[in-house]
Structures are given as structure tokens and as C-alpha cells.
């Protein structure tokens, strides 16, 4: 896949549903009464990176300051959704320590991952912050975790992910499509920094990830 090309792509798409009014709202965002949870296996962003990200939300917020802006301990990279959330989902389901050895045997013997933020793009829904790897290593442990966990009889609902981090969520109407789409247009290409990853984290989690809700159940060094 032509990584830049896909990610232009969507964001092509995305303006143009801005524009025209046809972007998804959220409706979930606030409700107390949301259940979905899962399992993810995800990447901390260091804090030149998440500061970065924050000049980025506070310019956007200052245009539409009623959207959902995911707060600096809710960002992050996802690795794969092992058990991808749906309403209902309790730890007491699962064994955790199941799922931790078959991680480890997926990222046995490989080396950091690099990965460069470099612009923003789309989807009907949200904004998202590009990501780009340096090398496969992060291709190759996601294959691996597919692999194992499809030999394993774990429950799992494994997914294809991309180096991306959603940002921004529509939590309502835009009201001031122009601006907003001014300011996306001027972040389209910023380099938000590169960062080597040194370890990973199996969490539960809620749909949005947010803090109050997530529980780290293990994390894996990468060394």
C-alpha cells in the first residue's frame, strides 16, 4: 500500500464530507450508559510528540471548542486490538496471562520501532495524526500477533491497523466549517516528531481510551 497516497486519500474524502454536512457525529461520547470494552495492545507517545499533538488540538479547539479533543493521556498508538470493544466485555472473561505469553512470543527478538508523525488526515468521524514507520518492524509484530493468536483458541477479534492516532472526534455540528478546515489544512504536512518505541502495553479499555476507564494489564519491554 502506498501509505502517503491512502492517507491523502481519506483526507480528500473526509473535507468533503465536512463540507457537505455528511460527517458522523457521536453520539456515544457522552453517555453514561456506553459499555464497550476490550483489550489493546498500544504505544505511549512520548512528550515531544503529545506536545506537539496539543498545539495542534488547542488551535482547533480555539475554532469548534465543542468537539471531543482527546486529553494528552489518552494518546496513543495502537498496536492491534486484540479483543476489539463490544458491549459487555469483563476481564473475568478472559485469562490475561494467556494473552500475555502469545504477545511475547510475537515480539520475541525484535528490535525498537521507529515511527515518524508527520501531518493529519480524516475519516468521516475524526481527525487523525499520520504516522509512518521507519522500518517493518512494527509490520512484522502485528503479522506475528495474527498468526499466534489465529493458532490459539483465545477469544480475539484481531483487526488491521495503521500508525495513526486519533486526535478529534465530532461530538456535535460544526459551526465554523471554513476555519476548521483552514486550520487541518495548515497541519496537513507538520512534522510532529519521530520517537523510538522501547516498550509496549496490554490495556483494557473503553472505546475512547480514556484514562479513567483503562487499566494497564501488562507492559512488554523492547529491547
Known sequence: ?????????????SIQKIKSDTYQIDNLIDSSLDNRFGITLLI????QIRDAIHKFLSDL???EPDQYYYPDSDIHVTVMSIISCYDGFEL???NV????EIIKKSIANEKKIQIEFRGITASPSCILIQGFLK???LTTIRNNLRTNFRNSNLE????KRYSIQTAIRFRTSLTQKDKFIKVLDSYRDFNFGTFEVDSLELVYNDWYHSAKHEK?????EIK
Open 1 to 13: 500500500m502506498n501509505l502517503p497516497e491512502h492517507y491523502n486519500k481519506l483526507y480528500q474524502d
Open 44 to 47: 505511549r507517545l512520548d512528550k
Open 61 to 63: 479547539k480555539m475554532v
Open 92 to 94: 473475568t472473561q478472559i
Open 97 to 100: 496471562m494467556d494473552y500475555v
Open 135 to 137: 522500518d517493518d518492524t
Open 156 to 159: 480475539q477479534t484481531l483487526d
Open 216 to 220: 494497564e494489564l501488562y507492559r512488554f
